[in-house]
């Protein structure tokens, strides 16, 4: 497995932007398909965005399409999830995933995915 720390999340008003970093050791960070996900008080988690461990291509939930953006630094074993124009239901834990390979559908199931980091907190207020 493939240990993951996220970073950058905090306190934001609404319409501002946070940018969350993932920083990956332990295997080869380009054989891994990443996501992120994220967990509001009471709800389940949810998918959020991921990449293909290549970069080629990425998946967006329809809540997030237009505001946030995935990207991966293979050379610094790093994913970034960029996120603009934050709204006060983005307000979770949100977290970092690995797997190795994953590809289609399964991007999106939280259950794919065999690497988790310990999350980060971001709020948005109204």
């Known amino acids: 497995q493939v240990q993951l720390v996220e970073s950058g999340g905090g306190l934001v008003q609404a319409g501002g932007s946070l940018r969350l970093s993932c920083a990956a050791s332990?295997?080869?960070?380009?054989?891994?398909?990443m996501g992120w996900f994220r967990q509001a008080p009471g709800k389940e988690r949810e998918f959020v965005v991921a990449?293909?461990?290549?970069?080629?291509?990425?998946v967006y939930s329809d809540p997030v399409k237009g505001r946030f953006a995935i990207s991966r630094d293979n050379a610094k074993n790093t994913v970034y999830l960029q996120m603009n124009s934050l709204k006060a239901e983005d307000t979770a834990v949100y977290y970092c995933?690995?797997?190795?390979?994953?590809?289609?559908?399964?991007?999106?199931?939280?259950?794919?995915?065999?690497?988790w980091g310990q999350g980060t907190q971001v709020t948005v207020s109204s």
């Open positions: 995933a690995a797997q190795h390979s994953l590809y289609g559908d399964s991007l999106r199931d939280p259950k794919k995915f065999g690497s």
């Open positions: 332990g295997r080869t960070f380009s054989d891994y398909s």
């Open positions: 990449i293909t461990w290549s970069g080629l291509r990425t």
